[in-house]
């Protein structure tokens, strides 16, 4: 079965350090990637994905996904972390056969002034 | 902007009423998805489409319907709802050349 892990539930960064947030799959096949943020009650907005190619992608807003076959992940970095990243991001993994989208939980970034 | 209206964005009703959210696109894009959104549980797939008539389920589709009987329209119908069924709703497309999806604002859902 086709699944996404996030294991944090938040994430804490102080403005201008860099931030990362974790995200591990599991899908048969080559995944394609997605990350999304969510600002408070607004829909999902695209940051980035992976679909082939060069292992790091980069994304709007500053942000950049690694993808990483053998340990199935796709963390999210930014190197320099700013308040108004504050958001619910999630991370998705598309599978192949089906072409559904499937979502992690979820994780909520604060960054402190 | 991908052109997705979600209708109605607030919606109060009582348990056992029947209640259909739409979901309007002005880009004729042939894929289309509801999702719930629950905390704890991210985003599930409740139903989607992928053309005029042609609907197939999520992982989360009890209780659930949906029709699309024209390329623009996708509604979700809950025939009898439930408390369970709070919850903010939220419609997708998904753009051929890309593999992305593009969200509508939501629909947030009290049932009491």
């Known amino acids: 079965a086709q699944s996404v892990a996030q294991p944090e539930d938040q994430v804490n960064v102080a403005e201008g350090n860099p931030l990362t947030v974790k995200c591990t799959y599991s899908v048969s096949g080559n995944p394609y990637l997605f990350w999304y943020v969510q600002y408070p009650n607004r829909g999902l907005q695209f940051l980035l994905k992976?679909?082939?190619?060069?292992?790091l992608v980069k994304g709007s807003y500053g942000f950049e996904a690694e993808f990483n076959k053998s340990q199935t992940s796709f963390h999210l970095k930014k190197p320099s972390a700013l308040v108004s990243d504050s958001a619910l991001y999630f991370c998705?993994?598309?599978?192949?056969?089906?072409?559904?989208?499937?979502f992690g939980q979820g994780t909520t970034l604060q960054v402190k002034p | 902007d991908a052109g997705i209206t979600q209708s109605p964005r607030h919606k109060v009703t009582e348990t056992g009423t029947p209640v259909t959210l739409r979901c309007h696109q002005t880009?004729?894009?042939?894929?289309m998805y509801w999702y719930r959104q629950d905390p704890g549980h991210g985003l599930r797939l409740i139903h989607y489409?992928?053309?005029?008539?042609?609907?197939d389920k999520g992982e989360v589709s009890d209780g659930y319907s949906v029709s699309r009987s024209k390329t623009e329209d996708f509604l979700l119908t809950l025939e009898s709802a439930t408390s369970s069924q709070t919850s903010v709703y939220f419609c997708?497309?998904?753009?051929?050349?890309?593999?992305?999806?593009?969200f509508g604002e939501g629909s947030r859902l009290t049932v009491l």
């Open positions: 880009e004729n894009h042939r894929y």
């Open positions: 997708a497309i998904r753009k051929e050349t890309a593999g992305e999806l593009f």
């Open positions: 992976y679909i082939t190619g060069d292992n």
């Open positions: 489409s992928y053309g005029v008539k042609d609907t």
């Open positions: 998705a993994v598309r599978a192949v056969d089906t072409g559904k989208l499937i």
